[in-house]
């Protein structure tokens, strides 16, 4: 299995919901990766776990919650975002921190 | 880290070889380049990496100038689905800090 695989593939979410994104891998990678990707722009560097533990934080908003509950899946979780929120979401592994990424398909955010 | 800079973007015959440069004249002795594609609405795939020789795999060859300030992704015989955002990354080598950070990338359009 060498996919990296994100759920839902599309979230529409109001300002007052909770949601989370899921990002799964089963190639024993133990780097796991949060991007955002506004459109026509480049992916930018959210969050960096390194074996389950929180190895960077690219001074996200607390309304971005990550979470890796095991070396194979990795959750973004969502609270009051705001529309400028809206994004196309990436998950990306590596099998460690400094080897080459592989990525997922996205996951597309409206935040209305 | 160290930055890159490539044309903004390009357009390649189909069936002809590709050449996508890439300055980098800030890089230092240990800054590994990457390069990594993004197709519309997929995920960034990556292409290929090196330090200081010459590399090939079965997708591109990456050629990197002696003086390692610039280098040049060859995709050898382009076809339709080689149109792409093509983003050269020179990785920083903190250990425990490694991240990819995406410029802007060169669009690259293959021309039936």
């Known amino acids: 299995d060498t996919e990296v695989t994100q759920t839902p593939k599309h979230l529409v979410m109001g300002m007052t919901n909770k949601k989370s994104l899921k990002c799964e891998q089963h190639?024993?990678?133990?780097?796991m990766y949060w991007y955002k990707q506004k459109a026509k722009k480049p992916p930018e560097l959210m969050f960096v776990y390194s074996y389950e533990k929180l190895s960077i934080n690219e001074s996200v908003p607390s309304r971005f919650s990550p979470e890796c509950p095991n070396s194979s899946l990795l959750n973004l979780h969502l609270h009051a975002l705001q529309p400028e929120d809206s994004a196309l979401y990436l998950c990306a592994s590596s099998q460690v921190q400094r080897d080459e990424q592989y990525f997922g398909p996205g996951t597309r955010l409206t935040v209305t | 880290d160290a930055k890159t800079t490539q044309p903004t973007s390009m357009d390649c015959a189909e069936g002809r070889a590709a050449n996508l440069p890439c300055n980098h004249s800030t890089i230092s002795g240990n800054e590994y380049v990457y390069w990594y594609r993004q197709i519309h609405s997929q995920g960034p795939q990556y292409i290929i990496h090196g330090l200081k020789n010459n590399e090939t795999n079965e997708m591109a060859s990456l050629i990197i100038t002696e003086d390692r300030k610039s280098s040049t992704l060859i995709l050898p015989h382009a076809t339709l689905r080689d149109t792409a955002v093509y983003y050269c990354?020179?990785?920083?080598?903190?250990?425990?800090?490694?991240?990819?950070?995406f410029g802007t990338g060169t669009r690259l359009t293959i021309i039936p």
């Open positions: 990354i020179v990785r920083p080598p903190d250990f425990g800090n490694e991240k990819l950070t």
């Open positions: 190639m024993g990678h133990r780097a």
